[in-house]
C-alpha cells in the first residue's frame, strides 16, 4: 500500500512537473524584434508571417534601413545586409554576433550549405560566421545551341577563359544567310561595353587597374596589355554584341532569342525565364544551354562571379539574441519554406542549399555552382567610389573606340587611359569631397 502510495505520488509529481512545463511555454512573453528591410510587405511575404505563425509570441518589425546606415549606434535585434563588404566592415567595428556558438548548439547542417556562401560569409579576423544567407547570385554562358550546330562549331565547354570564349566566337560568320548581323559574343555589360569586357577580364585573371588607398591609376603590365589586345582585335572583327542600351529605356528581347547572339553571359534567372523571355516582340523559343563563366587562367575551378546580396546577423547590442538566432535559423534553414517558395525565392537568388535548386527541364544546372568561389574579391566597386570609377569608365571607353578604328595603337591607348583616366578619378575625388563638405 505504501508502494503503491509512493508511485501515485512521484506520478502526480511530474504530471505536475509537465504541466508547469507546458503552461510556461504556453505562455512565453511577447517581444518584438526589430529588422531593417528594404519593403515591409516583401519582407511578411517572404518570412514574416511564416515565422510569427511559428513563433506566435515573436512579433517582427521592419524599420528603415536608412535609420541605421552609416550610423554607429544600430538599433535593430536582426541586421540585413545587402552587400558583402559592408558585411566585413560591420564585423571589423564589432556591430554582429558571431554566430559559431548558436550554429554548434542547434546542430545546424553547415554541410548542407554551399562553400560559395560559406567561404564568403567567413571572417576575415578570424574565419567566424557572423551572418548567413538563404540565397547567392550566380552567372554562367549562355548558348544557342542551333546556332552552333547551323555553323558547324563545337558547343562551349565548362571552365573555358576568356581567350578561349572569344577565339570560340571568332569562328561565326558576321552575317548570316539574309544578310542579318550575327555575334559570336555579348557580354552582360550594356554601356561602356568595350572597355568593361578589358577590366572585366582583367578582374578574372586578378588583376587591378586602380589603387584602392592611393586611386592610383595603373594598366602597364604584359597582362593589361594582352587583355587589350584581344578585346580590340574581337571588337574590330566584330565578334562582341556592341549596341548600348537604349537611351529610351524601351526593352528589346536579348540577342541570344533573336539568333543574333551565339553565347551571352547572364545571371541564374535567364536559365529559369527562357520561356517567357522569349515571348518579347522579335524573340523566338531557342535550343538553348548552359557552361560555366570563364574563368582564371591560373586556376580554372574558381569563380569571382558569385554575390551574396542577402545576409542577416545578429546585432551584438540586442537582448534578443536566442529569439533573433531562431529567425536566422528559420529563413536559411527551412527546407519547407526554401522549396516552396522557391519561385519567389528566384528574385533574391538561388538557394544556399544547393539540393534545393530546382532544375530547368533536362538542362544540366550545375554550371551555377560548379567552381569554387575565389578566395577574395577583385571587384573594384568593393573599394572605390562608384562615381570615381563610372567616370573612369567612359574616359577609357572613348579610347578604347578610337583604339578599335585603328587611331591608336595598344601602347597609346593604355599611356591615354592612364593619363586621361586618372585626370577624371582625380576630378570625381575632388567633387566627392566638396560634396561632403557642403
Not at 515573436?58 to 550610423?71: A, C, H, Q, R, Y
Not at 554562367?140 to 547551323?150: G, H, R, T, V
Not at 574590330?236 to 553565347?263: C, F, H, W
Not at 577583385?378 to 562608384?386: I, K, M, R, S
Request: proline content about 5%; hydrophobic content about 35%; aromatic content about 10%.
Amino acid at each position: 500500500m505504501i508502494h503503491r502510495t509512493k508511485v501515485c505520488a512521484l506520478y502526480l509529481l511530474s504530471m505536475c512537473i509537465i504541466l508547469v512545463g507546458c503552461t510556461k511555454e504556453a505562455t512565453q512573453e511577447p517581444i518584438t524584434l526589430t529588422v531593417n528591410y528594404p519593403s515591409e510587405r516583401l519582407f511578411y511575404q517572404k518570412y514574416g508571417r511564416d515565422f510569427e505563425h511559428k513563433y506566435p509570441n515573436i512579433t517582427i518589425k521592419v524599420i528603415d534601413p536608412n535609420l541605421i546606415e552609416n550610423s554607429e549606434n544600430i538599433n535593430v535585434d536582426i541586421i540585413f545586409i545587402d552587400q558583402l563588404k559592408v558585411y566585413k566592415q560591420m564585423i571589423e567595428r564589432g556591430k554582429l554576433l558571431n554566430l559559431d556558438p548558436f550554429i554548434q548548439n542547434s546542430k545546424y547542417p553547415l554541410s548542407e550549405i554551399t562553400p560559395i556562401a560559406l567561404q564568403s560569409l567567413r571572417s576575415d579576423l578570424n574565419g567566424g560566421i557572423y551572418g548567413l544567407s538563404p540565397t547567392f547570385i550566380s552567372y554562367a554562358l549562355f548558348y544557342n545551341k542551333d546556332l552552333f550546330i547551323e555553323y558547324g562549331v563545337p558547343f562551349p565547354t565548362n571552365q573555358m577563359t576568356w581567350s578561349e570564349v572569344l577565339d570560340l566566337a571568332e569562328r561565326f560568320p558576321t552575317n548570316n544567310a539574309s544578310g542579318e548581323r550575327v555575334y559570336g559574343f555579348k557580354s552582360n555589360y550594356y554601356m561602356n561595353i568595350a572597355f568593361s569586357m578589358i577590366l572585366r577580364m582583367g578582374q578574372t585573371e586578378g588583376l587591378t587597374f586602380i589603387n584602392p588607398t592611393t586611386l592610383q591609376v595603373n594598366l602597364s603590365s604584359a597582362e593589361w596589355r594582352e587583355i587589350f589586345n584581344k578585346v580590340v582585335e574581337s571588337f574590330r572583327k566584330g565578334v562582341i554584341y556592341d549596341q548600348e542600351e537604349s537611351e529610351t529605356g524601351e526593352i528589346a528581347p536579348s540577342p541570344i532569342l533573336t539568333n543574333t547572339a551565339a553565347m551571352e553571359i547572364q545571371s541564374y534567372s535567364m536559365a529559369y525565364n527562357f520561356d517567357s523571355n522569349s515571348e518579347f516582340i522579335g524573340g523566338n523559343p531557342i535550343n538553348w544551354d548552359m557552361v560555366t563563366v570563364p574563368v582564371p587562367t591560373r586556376n580554372k575551378n574558381q569563380s569571382d562571379y558569385y554575390e551574396i546580396q542577402e545576409i542577416y546577423s545578429i546585432s551584438n547590442s540586442t537582448p534578443y539574441k536566442e529569439e533573433a538566432w531562431k529567425f536566422i535559423d528559420f529563413v536559411t534553414n527551412n527546407d519547407q519554406n526554401m522549396g516552396a517558395k522557391h519561385e519567389k525565392q528566384l528574385l533574391s537568388g538561388l538557394p544556399v542549399k544547393t539540393d534545393l535548386i530546382k532544375p530547368v527541364g533536362n538542362h544540366d544546372v550545375s554550371p551555377l555552382f560548379l567552381l569554387d568561389p575565389a578566395p577574395y574579391s577583385n571587384d573594384p566597386y568593393d573599394a572605390v567610389n562608384y562615381e570615381i570609377l563610372n567616370a573612369f569608365k567612359e574616359v577609357g571607353q572613348k579610347v578604347v573606340e578610337d583604339t578599335i578604328q585603328n587611331a591608336l595603337s595598344i601602347d597609346e591607348a593604355i599611356q591615354q587611359i592612364e593619363i586621361e583616366g586618372q585626370r577624371a578619378v582625380d576630378e570625381g575625388k575632388m567633387r566627392l569631397e566638396l560634396d561632403r563638405n557642403q
